[in-house]
């Protein structure tokens, strides 16, 4: 049982005026009153135990940029949450901290969050919570590259927040589905489904995301010959990161400018860029603004140049398993005359993640794609996802040339990788015996 010290502290009532007039200051863009109040709220309820007063704690730290701290007090959150039983407020606590560890840059950390929070809205029916979490596993989905999932999360997320006015959940699918398209060269479309994002207003994107959107759409904009939206946003963008409210802002503000840039200044600001995005740890973006930038060294006919930066991006996504843009990364280099791997042997092995490993080994032993999604509990269109990502990397056409380039599984026979892919296919086996 909660004390009722933990649900009523005598300090409640200053800290909800605080946090209520730094979140009406923050959203008015009066900063300088802002600071001060949300700066109370993070210390007075980020240092109770009661789970809801460290959800607001968390909420004043995001409002201020801290997503560290905010990532922190969410996960103080979810364990007083969880050690007093709190089934119902389970949900909404890793609704929090899923968003806040995405916010953070830490996308394994916030799917994994995510997925536990979808588990435990289901017996507890909050549907408005489970759109949350699936809008954050589309967008780190759209982070690995991985578009049938960012399809099928982004698609259930808005199923529900758009008949129930989730506008967060909304803003969040749309941006997943828009840096999807980017990812695979659909530029006019994702900035035509940006454009209500970053719109001010109450019909335009959420309040708290708006800003965090601008730098997808001025590269979408850009790309697609909307410069002067392009400009007229990251106009407001620069704006806005002089506030000081998100770490990678100076280094993204500085990758629009680089993209609006004419001549040579683009150099300039795309150096600018990877300076700004070593101090603030998010490597993703580092990644996309070194690929930019080789893009843009190519196309300015200087190959030698162009190969470092597009090694090193190419190199991030394969850490990041963002297939995706690992492939784009791959034939930028390829284009400048680089060496890009896929030399169809085992060498190239050790460059899978272990989930394409796994799947790569179940398809060299003749298993199909609906059993592997079923013994994977994958969806059929990810597992072919993974398998053509698994092709590119090692320089092969089908999976008939798996069992030649499969590396051994590091697990004795008899464990997870030898038994599981026969006993696939001899369950496929005994299922045509018995419909024969």
Same mark, same amino acid.
């Given at each position: 049982?909660?004390?009722?010290? *933990?649900?009523?502290?005598?300090?409640?009532?200053?800290?909800?005026?605080?946090?209520?007039?730094?979140?009406?200051?923050? #959203? %008015?863009?009066?900063?300088?009153?802002?600071?001060?109040?949300?700066?109370?709220?993070?210390?007075?309820?980020?240092?109770?135990?009661?789970?809801?007063?460290?959800?607001?704690?968390?909420?004043?730290?995001?409002?201020?940029?801290?997503?560290?701290?905010?990532?922190?007090?969410?996960?103080?959150?979810?364990?007083?949450?969880?050690?007093?039983?709190? %089934?119902?407020?389970?949900?909404?606590?890793?609704?929090? #901290?899923?968003?806040?560890?995405?916010?953070?840059?830490?996308?394994?950390?916030?799917?994994?969050?995510?997925?536990? +929070?979808?588990?435990?809205?289901?017996?507890?029916?909050?549907?408005?919570?489970?759109?949350?979490?699936?809008?954050?596993?589309?967008?780190?989905?759209?982070?690995?590259?991985?578009?049938?999932?960012?399809?099928?999360? *982004?698609?259930?997320?808005?199923? %529900?927040?758009?008949?129930? +006015?989730?506008?967060?959940?909304?803003?969040?699918?749309?941006?997943?589905?828009?840096?999807?398209?980017?990812?695979?060269?659909? *530029?006019?479309? *994702?900035?035509?489904?940006?454009?209500?994002?970053?719109?001010?207003?109450?019909?335009?994107?959420?309040?708290?995301?708006?800003?965090?959107?601008?730098p997808c759409f001025v590269e979408a904009a850009v790309a697609s010959g909307r410069?002067?939206?392009?400009?007229?946003?990251?106009?407001?963008?620069?704006?806005?990161?002089?506030?000081?409210?998100?770490?990678?802002?100076?280094? #993204?503000?500085?990758?629009?400018?680089?993209?609006?840039?004419?001549?040579?200044?683009?150099?300039?600001?795309?150096?600018?860029?990877?300076?700004?995005?070593?101090?603030?740890?998010?490597?993703?973006?580092?990644?996309?603004?070194?690929?930019?930038?080789?893009?843009?060294?190519?196309?300015?006919?200087?190959?030698?140049?162009?190969?470092?930066?597009?090694?090193?991006?190419?190199?991030?996504?394969?850490?990041?398993?963002?297939?995706?843009?690992?492939?784009?990364?791959?034939?930028?280099?390829?284009? %400048?005359?680089?060496?890009?791997?896929?030399?169809?042997?085992?060498?190239?092995?050790?460059?899978?993640?272990?989930?394409?490993?796994?799947?790569?080994?179940?398809?060299?032993?003749?298993?199909?794609?609906?059993?592997?999604?079923?013994?994977?509990?994958?969806?059929?269109?990810?597992?072919?996802?993974?398998?053509?990502?698994?092709?590119?990397?090692?320089?092969?056409?089908?999976?008939?040339?798996?069992?030649?380039?499969?590396?051994?599984?590091?697990?004795?026979?008899?464990?997870?990788?030898?038994?599981?892919?026969?006993?696939?296919?001899?369950?496929?086996?005994?299922?045509?015996?018995?419909?024969?």
């Amino acid at each position: 049982m909660t004390s009722p010290r *933990a649900w009523r502290p005598s300090n409640a009532g200053g800290t909800e005026r605080d946090f209520l007039d730094g979140l009406g200051a923050a #959203l %008015t863009v009066r900063l300088g009153e802002a600071r001060p109040a949300l700066a109370r709220v993070v210390a007075r309820d980020g240092a109770e135990d009661d789970p809801r007063l460290l959800l607001r704690a968390g909420s004043a730290a995001l409002v201020l940029g801290d997503t560290a701290a905010a990532a922190r007090i969410h996960a103080r959150a979810l364990a007083r949450a969880r050690a007093e039983h709190r %089934t119902a407020l389970l949900p909404r606590v890793l609704e929090h #901290l899923a968003y806040a560890e995405l916010r953070a840059g830490r996308y394994s950390r916030a799917a994994r969050t995510a997925r536990e +929070g979808l588990r435990a809205a289901e017996p507890v029916e909050q549907p408005n919570t489970a759109a949350h979490q699936h809008a954050v596993l589309a967008l780190v989905a759209s982070v690995t590259g991985d578009g049938p999932a960012v399809a099928e999360h *982004a698609g259930l997320a808005l199923g %529900t927040a758009r008949p129930h +006015g989730l506008v967060q959940a909304a803003t969040l699918a749309e941006w997943a589905l828009a840096r999807d398209e980017l990812g695979r060269g659909l *530029a006019a479309q *994702a900035a035509a489904r940006l454009v209500p994002l970053v719109r001010p207003g109450p019909r335009g994107g959420h309040f708290a995301l708006r800003m965090l959107v601008v730098p997808c759409f001025v590269e979408a904009a850009v790309a697609s010959g909307r410069t002067a939206e392009a400009r007229s946003a990251a106009g407001e963008y620069a704006v806005w990161a002089a506030q000081g409210l998100d770490g990678p802002a100076p280094a #993204l503000l500085a990758r629009c400018r680089a993209l609006l840039a004419q001549g040579e200044e683009a150099a300039y600001w795309f150096g600018e860029a990877v300076r700004r995005h070593d101090g603030c740890g998010n490597d993703f973006e580092r990644a996309r603004t070194l690929l930019a930038y080789g893009t843009w060294l190519r196309r300015r006919r200087r190959p030698g140049a162009a190969r470092e930066p597009l090694r090193d991006a190419l190199v991030t996504f394969e850490r990041a398993a963002a297939d995706g843009w690992a492939d784009h990364a791959r034939s930028e280099l390829r284009a %400048t005359g680089g060496a890009v791997g896929g030399t169809a042997d085992r060498t190239a092995w050790g460059l899978l993640t272990p989930q394409q490993q796994r799947i790569a080994r179940f398809a060299a032993r003749g298993a199909t794609n609906r059993e592997i999604a079923d013994r994977l509990a994958l969806s059929p269109r990810t597992v072919d996802h993974h398998l053509r990502g698994v092709f590119a990397r090692l320089g092969i056409r089908s999976r008939v040339e798996l069992p030649g380039v499969a590396g051994p599984d590091p697990r004795a026979p008899g464990q997870d990788g030898g038994t599981e892919a026969k006993g696939l296919v001899s369950s496929r086996a005994r299922r045509s015996a018995g419909s024969s």
